[in-house]
């Protein structure tokens, strides 16, 4: 009869597991979202400049995002940490824009 060799695969200490378990719950809970609503008021040019000029897109994706807020009536257009984009959205709202962190 031959033999073979077993290989033994460590269990996971209880604290590796917390610490596994914690990784993944933060991980989930540090991505917040800027959405920026749709209003009858801002032109496309204001909220195209507003969006470069605050949540540094690039010219192309804030003319993406202001047709997506237009037709679809929002858009996720910054995502992130709260306290990155806590100043954002502050300064969206100063503007006259229509925004919210979720």
Do not use: W
């Amino acid at each position: 009869m031959g033999s073979f060799a077993v290989s033994k695969i460590k269990p996971m200490s209880t604290i590796e597991k917390i610490q596994e378990e914690l990784d993944v719950l933060l991980q989930g809970t540090t991505e917040h979202e800027i959405v920026l609503y749709n209003d009858d008021v801002n032109t496309f040019d204001f909220v195209i400049d507003s969006l470069v000029t605050v949540c540094d897109h690039t010219l192309e994706q804030a003319e993406q995002c202001t047709i997506l807020v237009h037709y679809k009536g929002k858009c996720a257009v910054k995502t992130g940490e709260y306290k990155d984009l806590e100043p954002r959205c502050s300064k969206l709202l100063e503007l006259g824009l229509s925004a919210e962190i979720v």
